[in-house]
């Protein structure tokens, strides 16, 4: 039973340990500030809307390059 009790102890000092050392990690973190993110951002979802775009174009264009074949 003392095994289990201190095992458990044990866990939950790690545990402790390991969130500080997260707590501590977080502070080390730059962040940047609303304007580049939303720069940033931008251009993310500007960019994947044209290569969507791009993919949707080429895509229609083998399909109906196929279609033509298989009808011939």
Do not use: N, Y
């Not at 044209?50 to 993919?55: H, P």
């Amino acid at each position: 039973m003392s095994d289990i009790v201190s095992k458990s102890a044990s866990d939950t000092a790690s545990k402790k340990s390991w969130f500080k050392g997260l707590k501590s990690e977080f502070k080390k973190i730059m962040w940047e500030d609303r304007k580049t993110i939303t720069k940033q951002t931008t251009a993310v979802v500007v960019i994947s809307l044209i290569l969507g775009l791009v993919i949707t174009v080429i895509d229609t264009i083998l399909q109906f390059g196929i279609d033509f074949i298989v009808k011939l």
